[in-house]
């Protein structure tokens, strides 16, 4: 069951990020991304139901228009292939209890899982729209927002039955590292330092994760950041002045910390905190 499982989340995960490409560009273009046909972004031709196969039609064509023959880019495959191993990944490490127990799903788990892999849909369109424009649109935050705040309602309802005011008082303390320190900087900076996006994206980590969670994201941003910064900087493509985006890296711990974080905070208690 767990490879057929693998299989059609891979499948599905596929075609999320081949949406995910399509979502960004059409949000940037100011398109409806529902009524709205895909179309090559450069000769603007309609494509056909065969040119968005995903990854198939990438690897038939070449990386290529089928009509103008102008290259589309990595960058399409690499979100295909990328958002089906998150979903894959995210089944494979789910922290919040046994999606298949006894041979049978369990379908509250499943319900949260599906919820979570429309999360991962939004942040990598996100990590898309930040990396490429600099910019975490609200109609993608939102809509985040909305779904981290679902996740989190039932899994506590159902699953960790916390107090409302235990509940309540995990998620403000988780608000602190991110949402609270991004929004001082952001206070302080008048926005030169920090991004409003990035500071609304911290209410998603405070409701996924407790405030040790949000630490590791916050850590695992900066790390993220600085191994793939620095090098830039070391061959001069990028300089001290170089405006960088904050979004994909603290996507990508979020997502990681999010799924890892029993493990996580094992780690840290042992050789950190005793």
């Not at 995990?170 to 991110?178: K, N, S, W």
């Not at 993220?224 to 910064?229: F, K, N, R």
């Not at 996507?251 to 999010?258: M, R, Y």
Request: aromatic share 12%.
């Amino acid at each position: 069951m767990t490879l057929a499982i693998i299989i059609f989340l891979s499948a599905i995960g596929a075609a999320s990020g081949s949406f995910v490409g399509a979502l960004t560009w059409r949000i940037k273009k100011k398109l409806d991304w529902v009524k709205d046909r895909s179309i090559c972004e450069h000769c603007r031709h309609v494509l056909s139901v065969l040119d968005l196969i995903p990854i198939l039609s990438w690897l038939v064509l070449r990386g290529k228009c089928r009509y103008c023959h102008k290259k589309i880019g990595w960058l399409a495959i690499a979100l295909e292939i990328g958002v089906a191993a998150a979903f894959v990944v995210s089944y494979l490490f789910w922290p919040l209890g046994e999606i298949v127990a006894s041979g049978n799903f369990d379908w509250l788990q499943l319900g949260l899982l599906a919820i979570w892999l429309s999360m991962v849909t939004l942040m990598a369109a996100l990590l898309v729209y930040d990396a490429r424009w600099q910019l975490l649109p609200n109609k993608l935050l939102w809509p985040l927002v909305g779904l981290a705040i679902t996740l989190t309602v039932l899994n506590n309802i159902f699953v960790q039955q916390l107090f409302l005011v235990d509940f309540l008082t995990q998620i403000g303390l988780a608000m602190l590292p991110v949402a609270g320190v991004y929004g001082i900087l952001y206070i302080v900076s008048r926005g030169k330092w920090i991004g409003l996006g990035d500071v609304k994206f911290g209410l998603v980590v405070g409701l996924l994760v407790n405030w040790l969670g949000a630490i590791l994201v916050l850590a695992g941003a900066n790390l993220i950041g600085t191994l793939v910064m620095l090098p830039l900087l070391i061959k001069r493509k990028l300089n001290l002045n170089s405006k960088i985006p904050l979004g994909p890296f603290l996507i990508l711990a979020t997502f990681w910390v999010f799924l890892c974080l029993d493990d996580l905070t094992n780690l840290v208690e042992k050789y950190f905190l005793y």
